[in-house]
């Protein structure tokens, strides 16, 4: 339950940052909803991955290149779904950035269960 309640705040986050950001576009809320499953899941598939192929660059700019793995990681979900868009690597950057703190806020309220 947790998980889906968290991926509607992702999708609130992501709505919210499409109204604030030049650049970036959502159709609708099934949109934002699909964007958000499709970023978790690119998250857990491909981030890993990239961040292994890229470990030296982001040694050698001290994590920074983090950064645009996020990004990256936020143009895939710009291709793979329709009604989605974001203009351009630093639209993505701040993008990414934005909906990382947002998401940190909004998971904040949300309880977690410790057994």
Known sequence: MNTLIKLLLN???VVFLAKVLNGVFVDTYLTAIIVAVVISILNVLVKPILVILT???TIIT???FLFIINAIIILLADKLVDGFRVDGLW???LFSILLSILQSL???FV???KK
Do not use: E, N, Y
Request: charge should be neutral; aromatic fraction near 0%.
């Open 11 to 13: 999708a609130i986050a």
């Open 55 to 57: 470990l030296p660059v």
């Open 62 to 64: 001290l994590g920074l």
């Open 91 to 93: 639209t993505a950057v």
């Open 106 to 108: 909004l998971h904040s």
């Open 111 to 113: 309880k977690t269960d």
